[in-house]
């Protein structure tokens, strides 16, 4: 029974190009690029949710990792030709091995000296990615990116990028759910909820928050270089600090720690802003005060809405 | 040969010097208790032999190796456990699964073997399940294996963080306080399961204010005051030495 709905569910994502194509004629180029983006948030959120919601590290460094993989791929295939193929792994190498670098002394820090930390490292490498123009082309962005090819595979095509970044999702949300449960979540999630008893257990908090952020890096990293060959263009206003903030929205309203609710996050909130183009002038309080809605009405996210089972959540659970 | 025993362990806090050049030796499967009034440095010794504090000066040494200065998560893995004074468990993770984190680090696995599940894996999580359900079972809380931990009472918690620290076996077991907070059924329970440890041929030491507890289950009682160890001996004599008493009670 289960296998059946994940059949017919997996099958519907294929599908979807198709069903678009057939329903919304004259948008379905529009309505992909929001499904890939869609795709590419949700595995970038994933990824953060591994350091922010499985051992409780808030860190403010991952629109750095994202940058510093879309930064080696997009350089490397434009520069140093390389293909896709290398150019993606690169790109994961460079922003684990630079998350590694950086955890080291940073997970020195605790609570609120590491946010301010990773926040540091964030913005020195917007600072250098703006300003290094010998290197990273600064404000004139690195342009012509071209589209992945993988041996005869050649993804260029709307749908195309739809696929890819459905397997992309798929593979990070294996990922995700692979560390995040049996034991080695028991042991992330014991570091994250007494790290005193987590020692007392053999278990080394140092250790898992490197693991979760060192993957979660590279996972960004990964995510930032399949950006850019979708995108085809680089610039730094990509590495913002906002980015930042749109993840926490995201793993926070959709439920922090919750593999679904993560999901459900990066969908509306990347879906949301699109459909709100509708009312252009209503546009950016409408988002404003549907967010303030779900932090009332659902403090623990949309994730905790699901399992109450109710629309807009109950007064009495809802309302605190 | 001591199975553990410190040399002159020392630990100062801004001029407070809480454990003053201590020598305690401990016997493979004796029994001891450590007490003393507030302040008196029993908990912080504690901290420093486990990992939590460093010494400042002093030797630990465990089956006749150097482990002084070692980070917490080492000593507990050469098979030091303990429990902490405030009561302690993951709050999110169910009885059981508390009980299991605290074996897998002693089974390490690669990375890989643990995210795929690899069936070595899988064998070694089925024995430890198993043992976890003995363990709850003989602490009493076998029906509550599923509840998270969070939602166990305050005594119950204390029994879950006790049987917690017993899953890997240790060889030597610190309990810090575990008749504290406790109501009176739940002390005899208590008594009963650190009794039961001792006759196995565990090593236990335990910090403990409950004069009734200590009295009943040690063989050997040691006494700190003011950081520094005033009394060591059977319990019955260690009662009635004039500077225990002093120490208690005051000149």
């Known amino acids: 029974m289960r296998a059946v709905r994940w059949g017919l569910g997996s099958a519907a994502l294929v599908a979807v190009p198709w069903i678009v194509a057939a329903t919304l004629p004259g948008q379905q180029r529009y309505v992909l690029h929001v499904l890939i983006f869609t795709a590419l948030y949700g595995a970038l959120a994933l990824s953060y949710d591994l350091v922010v919601g499985h051992v409780g590290s808030l860190s403010l460094a991952h629109p750095a990792f994202f940058g510093l993989g879309a930064y080696t791929a997009a350089l490397l295939a434009t520069e140093g030709r390389w293909p896709f193929a290398a150019a993606l792994p690169a790109g994961v190498a460079v922003a684990a091995l630079v998350a590694l670098a950086v955890g080291v002394p940073m997970f020195r820090l605790t609570e609120h000296s590491f946010a301010m930390g990773t926040l540091g490292f964030a913005i020195v490498t917007q600072v250098v990615a703006t300003n290094w123009v010998d290197f990273t082309h600064g404000p004139l962005c690195v342009t012509g990116i071209p589209k992945p090819q993988v041996g005869v595979l050649r993804i260029a095509t709307l749908p195309a990028f739809y696929w890819m970044g459905l397997v992309v999702l798929a593979l990070v949300a294996l990922l995700y759910r692979g560390l995040t449960t049996f034991r080695l979540g028991r042991a992330f999630h014991a570091v994250r909820d007494n790290e005193t008893l987590a020692a007392a257990a053999s278990i080394d908090p140092l250790r898992y928050r490197m693991l979760a952020f060192v993957i979660g890096g590279g996972v960004a990293g990964g995510v930032g270089a399949l950006y850019v060959s979708y995108v085809g263009v680089l610039c730094p206003g990509e590495l913002t600090v906002s980015l930042s903030v749109n993840l926490l929205v995201m793993i926070f309203l959709g439920g922090v720690g919750s593999l679904r609710g993560v999901l459900v996050g990066a969908a509306a909130f990347t879906a949301l802003p699109e459909i709100l183009r509708m009312a252009p002038t209503w546009r950016m309080v409408i988002y404003g005060l549907l967010l303030l809605v779900i932090v009332i009405r659902a403090p623990d996210g949309l994730e905790g809405l699901i399992r109450r089972g109710s629309p807009l959540g109950r007064r009495a659970s809802g309302a605190r | 040969m001591a199975l553990f025993e410190t040399r002159g362990l020392t630990k100062r806090f801004l001029g407070v010097t809480a454990v003053d050049a201590v020598d305690l030796t401990v016997e493979a499967g004796e029994l001891v208790s450590l007490i003393g009034p507030n302040g008196s440095g029993k908990t912080t010794l504690f901290n420093c032999v486990t990992g939590y504090l460093a010494p400042d000066a002093g030797r630990v040494t465990f089956c006749g190796r150097d482990v002084t200065g070692l980070a917490a998560h080492r000593i507990a893995r050469l098979g030091i456990g303990r429990t902490f004074q405030l009561v302690s468990v993951f709050p999110r993770l169910s009885a059981i699964e508390n009980l299991l984190t605290f074996l897998q680090q002693h089974q390490e696995e690669s990375l890989v073997g643990r995210l795929v599940r690899a069936p070595r894996v899988r064998r070694l999580e089925a024995a430890a399940v198993e043992r976890a359900r003995s363990l709850l079972d003989s602490v009493g809380l076998g029906g509550r294996a599923e509840s ?47 009794r039961a440890l001792h006759r196995q041929g565990k090593t236990v030491v335990l910090v403990e204010h409950n004069m009734d507890v200590v009295m009943d289950i040690s063989e050997r009682v040691v006494v700190l005051d003011h950081g520094q160890k005033i009394a060591e001996g059977p319990p019955d004599v260690v009662r009635r030495d004039p500077k225990v008493v002093e120490a208690y009670f005051g000149r």
Do not use: H, W
Request: aromatic content about 4%.
């Open chain 2, 148 to 194: 998270l931990a969070g939602t166990l009472s305050y005594g119950q918690r204390k029994l879950l963080a006790f049987a917690a620290a017993l899953m890997p076996d240790p060889e030597l077991l610190l309990l810090d306080e575990p008749a504290a907070a406790v109501n009176p059924t739940m002390i005899e329970q208590m008594k009963a399961q650190i």
